[in-house]
């Protein structure tokens, strides 16, 4: 145990929203900076959304069929060992200023035990520095301590004194950006900091909840971006041509409605509804969102320095699922678009500085970064992870072999409610979808509704699913079998290298290669 650890993420965060990835109009120059002192995976992806899902991923190094934790509220199963739990049995002790949206495993507890009550609930491992789930309570404290006063709905501090617009509008809200939430857990952060010991490491994670709706950004940052500026939408001619393409899709169109994601007047309005110019100003404002946060990241990096840290500190920038934002017609992460799973991923080993400024084009997924920190940091995981250390990525190299497809899951039932399984008539273990895509082809399966298949090479929006099509059937039967077998030797492995013999249990994985 050595070096420091620092994993941020920021919440929803589309991978192509970034300068350095090349984005006609999004401006990141702290992020950028980091990028070039350390290596930039520039495709990279979720494993699952919404954020229980796939921070569940992220934490535990699984896929969602291992760790199961489907929707938000899912418990996450105790058994499983996670990025908190492996650096604490290392000796340090890992503190979190934000959230993680895990929730209790509800055989360790009991039945009045208020965790089982929420689904924001923190990651078994990790010491509290600032919880801040969703209720925002402790930044609304905050808020109010710096003297604003606070509406009788505290999140009306998100209005500017005009109210709320009809459609989404480029109104400031009531507080200024050194007053974000972002700016609040850096400096929370920081505070931390200046008080760790200089004689051992320390390890945090930061979880930011910006890019995140509600889509509202102070000054400067609302009006940072035109919406007139940028690039068309990848979306069919209609919403109706967009809800063809599947019954899924068609469902999630029907139901998703702009009060999710803005304070606004017309909240009931299906953002499928939404005229071209709603969809550029909560675009622009989202943009705006990723540069309020890059600034709080540069503010991180010098406070790094300030405290003598930056030299000694792995940092790790990443989300936990993207964002639609007006691709296919709606907002929101959800289905199987690469909008809603494509992620930044930034890596710094102050150690191995040949690799700085690397950009990385292969495949790489979210259940990579728990193998990777544990390698950085000589943790040992207890139990099997999906995924495969990034160290030599990070050490300027490219490995021999390396994966050829992304792939990822999503499970859309509604298990209190059931509405999903209603309005499509499906049980609810049908309401689940998995996705295998590779350089050319994705390919899509549902467990109860029809798959999809996509040309890439021709059809890079994913406009046209060619499933049935008489020339794309060898294809198809490639892909599915592909993701069949990624299945097959990725589900849960925890005993089957061990066989039981006279001699006692013989473990095939411990005892290495023949």
Request: charged share 25%; with cysteine; glycine share 8%.
């Amino acid at each position: 145990m050595s070096a420091n650890v620092l994993l941020i993420t920021a919440d929803q965060w589309r991978g192509d929203c970034l300068g350095l990835a090349g984005h006609p109009v999004v401006q990141t120059p702290a992020i950028d900076a980091l990028a070039a002192q350390g290596v930039a995976f520039l495709r990279h992806y979720a494993q699952a959304a919404p954020c229980s899902p796939a921070r569940a991923s992220l934490y535990t190094g699984l896929y969602q069929m291992n760790h199961r934790v489907l929707r938000n509220g899912t418990p996450l199963d105790a058994r499983h060992d996670n990025f908190a739990k492996a650096l604490g049995r290392l000796g340090y002790r890992p503190t979190l200023f934000g959230y993680t949206d895990q929730a209790v495993d509800p055989r360790t507890t009991t039945p009045d035990d208020p965790r089982l009550t929420t689904y924001e609930e923190v990651l078994p491992g990790f010491d509290v520095g600032v919880k801040l789930p969703e209720d925002n309570a402790a930044w609304f404290q905050w808020m109010a301590a710096r003297g604003h006063e606070l509406p009788a709905d505290p999140w009306e501090i998100f209005l500017s004194p005009e109210g709320r617009p009809a459609l989404p509008s480029d109104s400031p809200p009531r507080f200024s950006q050194d007053e974000t939430e972002t700016a609040f857990l850096t400096g929370a952060f920081l505070d931390w900091l200046a008080g760790q010991p200089k004689d051992a490491p320390w390890c945090a994670h930061i979880s930011f909840l910006r890019p995140h709706p509600p889509f509202v950004v102070p000054e400067p940052f609302n009006t940072l971006y035109r919406p007139q500026d940028g690039p068309d939408f990848r979306r069919a001619a209609s919403p109706g041509a967009e809800a063809a393409q599947h019954p899924y899709l068609a469902y999630w169109l029907e139901r998703t409605a702009g009060g999710n994601f803005c304070f606004i007047g017309e909240r009931e309005r299906l953002v499928a509804d939404w005229p071209e110019e709603a969809f550029r100003q909560v675009r622009a404002t989202y943009w705006g969102m990723i540069s309020e946060v890059d600034r709080q990241i540069g503010r991180l990096v010098e406070g790094l320095k300030a405290a003598g840290a930056w030299d000694d500190t792995i940092i790790v920038l990443t989300s936990d699922h993207g964002e639609m934002m007006g691709d296919h017609w709606t907002l929101g992460k959800f289905g199987y678009f690469d909008q809603a799973y494509h992620i930044p991923l930034i890596i710094r080993d102050p150690r191995h500085p040949e690799a700085f400024g690397g950009r990385v084009t292969a495949i790489t997924e979210a259940v990579d970064v728990l193998p990777t920190l544990l390698e950085a940091t000589g943790a040992e995981r207890e139990g099997p992870a999906d995924g495969v250390t990034l160290t030599p990525f990070l050490r300027g190299g490219t490995p021999a072999a390396w994966r050829r497809e992304a792939h990822w899951e999503f499970d859309f039932r509604d298990v209190a409610s059931g509405r999903a399984q209603a309005a499509l008539g499906l049980d609810l273990d049908d309401c689940s979808l998995a996705v295998i895509r590779d350089e050319r082809y994705k390919y899509v399966h549902f467990a109860g509704l029809p798959p999809l298949l996509f040309d890439l090479q021709q059809d890079p929006a994913e406009l046209h699913d060619v499933v049935d099509d008489a020339n794309y059937q060898a294809v198809r039967v490639t892909m599915a079998e592909k993701l069949l077998a990624w299945r097959s030797r990725h589900l849960d492995r925890t005993l089957t290298g061990i066989e039981l013999a006279p001699g006692g249990p013989f473990d095939a994985r411990a005892a290495g290669p023949a």
